[in-house]
């Protein structure tokens, strides 16, 4: 964890990130929650000020949430009542299963929404691989912007103005609705540790003003790594195209998913006979 670390630049958007960032759908925690124990025990890798959480506790479940942000961990305790919650601020790469208040092999769940992109590949299988009980879940949500007519060509709009300032988009296009797959599927289907792996995908468009699309723009990790006065100017552009070009608000075309998978349980070595 280094000062130039991206991961840490959410600690400079508390408020904005709070506030902007979306919740999650409500049939997400119905299907998680049908697939765990009662009460179970999750890891949940980078909360950040709890918009997953709030439904993890709602939903009876006692969570560890390993936050790398200090500032956003704060938030978090803030939040939500410490009944059923422990935050520590540290890495979910590094930090040990003691400080976790995790005995290895009886965690339930290792959650992440919307924050498991940061880990890496290695770690995203090994990690719930050590804390995990035989039989326990991987459940990772991701928020994926889909290629749709709801923006009304917002996006298409605005790529010129992120280029101007370096932040133009990269990567493959936005998938369609229908053909959303997340990496983390691909990731457990080709780790034989795992199975029953499975992707659950929920429409979850978000509306915004300028102002709040602002807002939203501020909560983003490049938003932040990009010097005055460009990332006023930049937010300044996109505001005013909201403004000017699609009458003050904006669609996001968004597709929730929730890619879970089981932690086999060891094969158990059958007696010779005779």
């Not at 025990?41 to 439904?55: I, N």
């Not at 040990?96 to 290895?104: M, W």
């Not at 092999?105 to 050590?130: K, L, M, N």
């Not at 915004?208 to 990009?226: F, V």
Request: proline fraction near 9%; include cysteine; charge should be negative.
């Amino acid at each position: 964890m280094t000062h130039g670390d991206p991961r840490l630049s959410f600690d400079r958007a508390v408020d904005a990130y709070d506030e902007a960032r979306p919740t999650y759908p409500v049939a997400l925690f119905e299907d998680l929650f049908a697939l765990l124990p009662p009460a179970p025990s999750v890891l949940e890798v980078g909360p950040g000020t709890g918009k997953a959480t709030r439904d993890l506790l709602a939903r009876g479940a006692f969570v560890h949430a390993v936050e790398i942000g200090p500032m956003m961990a704060a938030r978090l305790r803030s939040n939500l009542p410490p009944d059923r919650l422990r935050v520590v601020v540290g890495d979910f790469e590094q930090v040990g299963a003691a400080q976790l208040e995790i005995t290895p092999g009886t965690c339930d769940a290792v959650f992440s929404a919307t924050a498991y992109h940061w880990i890496s590949p290695s770690a995203q299988t090994d990690r719930p691989a050590e804390l995990l009980r035989p039989g326990g879940l991987v459940a990772i949500v991701d928020l994926i912007q889909v290629a749709a007519p709801d923006d009304d060509g917002f996006f298409a709009a605005i790529e010129p103005i992120h280029q101007r300032y370096g932040q133009g988009h990269r990567g493959p296009p936005a998938p369609a609705r229908d053909e959303v797959d997340p990496p983390m599927r691909r990731a457990l289907d080709r780790d034989e540790r795992y199975g029953a792996v499975s992707v659950r995908c929920y429409d979850w468009d978000q509306t915004y003003t300028a102002a709040r699309y602002r807002q939203l723009m501020m909560s983003y990790s490049g938003t932040q790594q990009l010097a005055e006065p460009q990332r006023t100017a930049l937010l300044d552009e996109v505001a005013t195209c909201i403004d000017d070009q699609f009458g003050g608000t904006v669609t996001r075309p968004l597709v929730v998913t929730l890619t879970t998978a089981a932690l086999r349980r060891p094969e158990v070595p059958q007696k010779r006979r005779g």
